[in-house]
């Protein structure tokens, strides 16, 4: 069962550190106490997560379980790949029989049972090699994209919603009945547009943010529940609901 770290941390790592001044920047040291002081960050390098974000996808995967008897998953802005290495587990992947794919345009170090692309997911040859390579029907989409910031909040939202519109277009054409799709967004307002076209297409679609994820963060990930198929799998009549967990922060 995924909690929370309790009583600051697991690891015998104190919290509460400073970094000294020297010739960091205000903000970069404030960024560096923060980082070192997470007790998620220290539980992913006790429990061998390349980033805090694993708790995120177990979190949800706890309570929506829709991992749960994935044979095959994709993993779309998967650097540096901790939910690659989920779901390699979950689907008891192997390199002589990947059933996990994984794209990021930045680098990323191989992992077993993984087969990795660094290639833009905006690549119009990014989505058959995927597909490719996978070798069959995907049962879950993940997608941790967001654009590189730019520091004006409205138009850093505006890119990471197309990234997640392009993702869910994606997750339409290739997964199979009763597949999932979980993808990164950022409160302020999910397009209409796009929630009526996961609405059709799913039973059930709503607003997670779990505890994993930083309060003061604008980030929530929209789920997109048991796929209906790609024959007559319109006009769905389910609408949008948003979770109010009591361990989940509250939307800004």
Known sequence: MTKPPIGGNRTGRKLGQKVKKGKLKASSRRWIERHINDPYVQRAQLEGYRARAAFKLLEIDEKHKILSGARRIIDLGAAPGSWS?????????????????????????????????????????????????????????????????????????????????????????????????LAKTFQGGTERELLNLLKQNFKQVIHVKPASSRAESVEMFLLAKGFKGRQGGAGGSEDISEERDLDEAPAE
Do not use: Y
């Not at 040859?125 to 490719?132: E, F, K, Y």
């Not at 879950?140 to 520091?151: K, Q, R």
């Open 85 to 181: 290495q989920i779901a390699a587990n979950v689907t008891r992947s192997t390199d002589a029989e990947p059933k996990v794919v994984a794209i990021d345009f930045l680098p990323m170090d191989p992992l077993p049972g993984v087969h990795i692309f660094q290639l833009d997911f905006l690549d119009p040859t990014a989505p058959d090699q995927i597909m490719d390579a996978l070798g069959g029907t995907p049962d879950v989409v993940l997608s941790d994209m967001a654009a590189p910031t730019t520091g004006h909040r409205q138009t850093d939202h505006i890119r990471t919603m197309h990234l997640c519109e392009v993702a869910a277009h994606f997750a339409i054409d290739v997964l199979g009945p009763g597949g999932h799709f």
